[in-house]
């Protein structure tokens, strides 16, 4: 069982940055692939950065590219989202998801066995 818990959401101006902060509980989380994901209001869940297990391997999505950074440090059981050059259109709750299996967490179709509670970002224009 894996417990994760998002924190580093807020208000910021466009143009900004935030980091995002997801913890997992137990002493596996180097076996875990981890995402993040973002759902607006009103919109379908989106895929935002992924980062395999042992290689890690990073994957983004288009939209977010060249701003985002995914991270992650396994003797923390923490992985982050680094956020710059935010846009209003960044704006959604970010969730962090967790599966042994990478291809759970690359897309938006995806089924990890793990979701973080979310914690909302809001970019002003």
């Known amino acids: 069982q894996v417990q994760l818990v998002e924190s580093g959401g807020g208000l910021v101006q466009a143009g900004g940055s935030l980091r995002l902060s997801c913890a997992a509980s137990g002493r596996t989380f180097s076996s875990y692939s981890m995402g993040w994901f973002r759902q607006a209001p009103g919109k379908e869940r989106e895929f935002v950065a992924a980062?395999?297990?042992?290689?890690?391997?990073?994957y983004y999505a288009d939209s977010v590219k060249g701003r985002f950074t995914i991270s992650r440090d396994n003797a923390k059981n923490t992985v982050y989202l680094q956020m710059n050059s935010l846009k209003p259109e960044d704006t959604a709750t970010y969730y962090c998801a967790a599966d042994v299996k990478p291809e759970e967490v690359l897309t938006a179709e995806g089924k990890p066995d793990y979701w973080g509670q979310g914690t909302q970002v809001s970019v002003s224009s």
């Open positions: 980062i395999t297990r042992y290689v890690g391997r990073i």
